[in-house]
């Protein structure tokens, strides 16, 4: 069985989504726990691409060929968890910006996070302050994540923390942003959380904010 394990960790590494799928229900028809395959292959073989990634020996057609391997070993893995009621290690509300139509930057932040153990709830591009206030009382979300592109979309990100401090629900969440001009230092100024410079980061931000 070490050896199943060993391939769908690799498939993972390769971006090899046939190779994952496979070796994950030969796991599971051979009695091997939906934890396991999380906890011992699908979390660790993202957390390595992302090591690989910030040192530089993935680029980001890497991270999205692994992150897609990834989702298709969790997608078979997701229905037993559910049946053996195990939780994620948190909820994330992720959206771009209103009046930002760009997506492949929170397109693949959301694919970190989810490999890293999170669930996702992504409400897509151009989300209004109104619903992602919406959003956090909806779903008792742990974090939420917004993405800006565009410098002249940046301010939405500080709109948005103020309709949910004015909401009274800044205390329930952590915000995290991020985007090509996004840094901590605005982070910290519109009264985020925190920021990450790329997805592997971001996740492992989000990681340290739940407490992971």
């Known amino acids: 069985m070490d050896d199943i394990l060993k391939e769908a960790y690799k498939g993972v590494m390769d971006g090899d989504v046939d190779t994952v799928e496979t070796q994950t229900r030969k796991a599971l028809d051979g009695g091997i726990g939906p934890e396991v395959l999380l906890n011992d292959v699908l979390i660790p073989a993202m957390d390595e691409v992302g090591q690989k990634f910030e040192a530089g020996d993935f680029f980001v057609p890497d991270l999205m060929f ?3 391997a990834m989702q298709a070993g969790l997608a078979i893995v997701k229905p037993k968890l559910l049946e053996k009621d195990i939780k994620p290690i948190g909820r994330v509300l992720i959206g771009t ?4 139509q760009h997506d492949i930057g929170k397109n693949l932040v ?3 996070l989810e490999g890293a153990g999170f669930e996702i709830l992504d409400i897509g591009v151009d989300v209004s302050p109104e619903a992602f206030v919406e959003g956090i009382k909806d779903n008792q979300v742990d974090i939420v994540a917004m993405s800006a592109l565009l410098t002249t979309t940046m301010p939405m990100m500080k709109t948005n923390v103020d309709a949910i401090n004015e909401a009274g629900l800044r205390d329930a969440v952590k915000i995290i942003v991020g985007g090509a001009q996004v840094n901590q230092a605005y982070a910290e100024e519109i009264g985020a959380d925190g920021s990450a410079p790329d997805a592997a980061q971001a996740a492992k931000l989000a ?4 407490g992971k």
């Open 66 to 68: 692994t992150a897609r």
């Open 97 to 100: 910006v209103k009046g930002d």
């Open 110 to 112: 959301a694919m970190m």
């Open 207 to 210: 990681r340290s904010l739940v």
